[in-house]
C-alpha cells in the first residue's frame, strides 16, 4: 500500500517564524489533505490539494503530483498554529492514509 | 450547518461491557467513515460506507461493528469491550463520486478509555 511520510517530526519556532512541512508519498494519489489537530484534538481541515497550489491566510501548500510530494508554509506563526500537523492520501479506494505527523510548537 | 457531529464525547467503560459511538452529519455526503487515532499516531480506518445500504472493512475492524442507519447516520459498534480499543474515534464523511474523491469532514471525535 501507499506510503506516507511526513518531516520533521518535531518542529520548535519563535512566534512570527516561517516554516515549512514536507509530506512525501509512494505511489500516485487521487486524494491529498492536509489537516491541523489542535492541542484539544479537534482536527481541521487545512487543505483538500491532490495537485496544484492553494493559500488561505498565512498557509499556503503545493502538491507536485509527478514527484509525490507536497509541501505545507506557515509564515508569520502564531502561538494558534501549535498542535500537530497531518498530510493524508487515498489511491483507488475511500480510505486515507495518514503520515505520523509532524508536532509543531511555536513559543511566545 | 452542523457538520459532523459525534456521541458522547467522551466514555468509560470495564473490559467486556458493549457501546455504540454515534454518528451524524448533514451535508448531504453519500459517504462516512470510521478511524481511530493512538497516542503519538495518524488515524487508522476501521469500517467505512460508501453509501447508503453499504458498508466494507477499513485496516483495523476486528472487535466492532457498524451499521449504516440512513444517509445521515453511521454507528459504530463495540460488542464486548477490550483494553486495546481504548483511543479517540473519529467519525468523517465526505461526497464521493464515481469521477472524483472529495474531501472528508471530520467530527470532534469520541475519547474512549476501556478498563
Known amino acids: 500500500g501507499i506510503q506516507v511520510e511526513q518531516s520533521p517530526p518535531d518542529l520548535i519556532l519563535q512566534e512570527g517564524a516561517n516554516s515549512t512541512l514536507r509530506c512525501n508519498f509512494s505511489?500516485?494519489?487521487?486524494?491529498l489533505q492536509w489537516f491541523h489537530q489542535n492541542p484539544w484534538g479537534q482536527l481541521i481541515n487545512l487543505f483538500y490539494?491532490?495537485?496544484?497550489?492553494k493559500q488561505n491566510g498565512r498557509l499556503s501548500a503545493t502538491t507536485v503530483a509527478t514527484e509525490r510530494y507536497s509541501l505545507l508554509y506557515i509564515s508569520s506563526s502564531q502561538t494558534t498554529d501549535s498542535g500537530v500537523y497531518f498530510c493524508a492520501v487515498s489511491d483507488s479506494n475511500y480510505q486515507l492514509i495518514w503520515g505520523a505527523g509532524t508536532k509543531l510548537i511555536i513559543k511566545p | 450547518n452542523a457538520g459532523v457531529t459525534q456521541t458522547p464525547k467522551f466514555q468509560v467503560l470495564k473490559t467486556g461491557q458493549s457501546m455504540t459511538l454515534q454518528c451524524a452529519q448533514d451535508m448531504n455526503h453519500n459517504s462516512m467513515y470510521w478511524y481511530r487515532q493512538d497516542p503519538g499516531m495518524g488515524l487508522r480506518l476501521i469500517y467505512y460506507s460508501a453509501s447508503e445500504g453499504t458498508t466494507d472493512k477499513g485496516e483495523v475492524p476486528n472487535g466492532y461493528n457498524v451499521s449504516r442507519l440512513n444517509k445521515r447516520e453511521f454507528s459504530l459498534r463495540l460488542e464486548s469491550a477490550a483494553p486495546s480499543q481504548t483511543s479517540v474515534y473519529f467519525c468523517?464523511?465526505?461526497?464521493?463520486?464515481?469521477?472524483?474523491?472529495?474531501?472528508?469532514?471530520f467530527g470532534p471525535g469520541t475519547r474512549l478509555t476501556v478498563l
Open positions: 505511489d500516485s494519489v487521487n486524494n
Open positions: 468523517a464523511s465526505s461526497r464521493v463520486t464515481w469521477i472524483s474523491y472529495n474531501e472528508q469532514f
Open positions: 490539494i491532490p495537485s496544484g497550489t
